[in-house]
T-cell receptor, first 111, second 113 residues
Framework: GQSLEQPSEVTAVEGAIVQINCTYQTSGFYGLSWYQQHDGGAPTFLSYNGLDGLEETGRFSSFLSRSDSYGYLLLQELQMKDSASYFCAVRGGSNDYKLSFGAGTTVTVRA | NAGVTQTPKFRVLKTGQSMTLLCAQDMNHEYMYWYRQDPGMGLRLIHYSVGEGTTAKGEVPDGYNVSRLKKQNFLLGLESAAPSQTSVYFC????????????FGPGTRLLVL
C-alpha cells in the first residue's frame, strides 16, 4: 500500500516563502506529483518529479529525494490567490496506472 | 475544448436509491478515474480505467460500479446509496504516457439522506 504524510495546515503572510513537505512509504515508487485545489474547486496539476532534484515552474518549485522518500513543494512570493489546499501524490511504479494522494495541506495567506 | 465535464453538479438521494454519475472528456485520454473527496481525507480512488471496456478497483470500490463503453465516457453507479456515500465525487483523465498529470472535472456533490 501507499502512505503519504504532509502537514495539515500552514499559514504565512503575503510575500513570504512556504515549504510543504511530503514523506511517503510505498511498495513501489515512480514519481511524485503536486496538485492545487482552491476551496470549492477541482484539483489542478502543479508539478512532477520523476528524478531527484529541483523542478522550477515560476514561483513554485518542487523537490524530490528518492533515497529519503521525501519531497517538498516550495511556494515563493506568496500571493493571496495561493490560499488553497495542496496535495502530494505518488505513482507506485511504471506498471501502476494510478496515483495515491496525501490528505492535503491547507495554505492560508494573510495580508 | 471543454476538458473534463461531470453531470450532475449536485444531487440529493434518499438511502437505497440508485444513480449514475457521468464523466466525459474530449482530450482523447486513455485513462480515466473516479475519486471521492471527504473533509480531511484527500482524494481516494474508487475505480479507474486504462482503456475502453476495461475497469479496475481503486482504494475504496465497495458500493460503486463503473463502466467505460466509450473512450470518452466513464460512468460511476451507486446501486443502493448509503449516507456514508455523501461526498464530493471527482472524475479525472490522463494521457497514457502521463499518469502523473491528471485533469479533473468540476465535481459532483452528492448528499444521501
Amino acid at each position: 500500500g501507499q502512505s503519504l504524510e504532509q502537514p495539515s495546515e500552514v499559514t504565512a503572510v503575503e510575500g513570504a516563502i512556504v515549504q510543504i513537505n511530503c514523506t511517503y512509504q510505498t511498495s513501489g515508487f515512480y514519481g511524485l506529483s503536486w496538485y492545487q485545489q482552491h476551496d470549492g474547486g477541482a484539483p489542478t496539476f502543479l508539478s512532477y518529479n520523476g528524478l531527484d532534484g529541483l523542478e522550477e515552474t515560476g514561483r513554485f518549485s518542487s523537490f524530490l529525494s528518492r533515497s529519503d522518500s521525501y519531497g517538498y513543494l516550495l511556494l515563493q512570493e506568496l500571493q493571496m490567490k495561493d490560499s488553497a489546499s495542496y496535495f502530494c501524490a505518488v505513482r507506485g511504479g511504471s506498471n501502476d496506472y494510478k496515483l495515491s494522494f496525501g490528505a492535503g495541506t491547507t495554505v492560508t495567506v494573510r495580508a | 475544448n471543454a476538458g473534463v465535464t461531470q453531470t450532475p453538479k449536485f444531487r440529493v438521494l434518499k438511502t437505497g436509491q440508485s444513480m449514475t454519475l457521468l464523466c466525459a472528456q474530449d482530450m482523447n485520454h486513455e485513462y480515466m478515474y473516479w475519486y471521492r473527496q471527504d473533509p480531511g481525507m484527500g482524494l481516494r480512488l474508487i475505480h479507474y480505467s486504462v482503456g475502453e471496456g476495461t475497469t479496475a478497483k481503486g482504494e475504496v470500490p465497495d458500493g460503486y460500479n463503473v463502466s467505460r463503453l466509450k473512450k470518452q465516457n466513464f460512468l460511476l453507479g451507486l446501486e443502493s446509496a448509503a449516507p456514508s456515500q455523501t461526498s464530493v465525487y471527482f472524475c479525472a483523465s490522463s494521457a497514457g504516457t502521463s499518469v502523473e498529470t491528471q485533469y479533473f472535472g468540476p465535481g459532483t456533490r452528492l448528499l444521501v439522506l
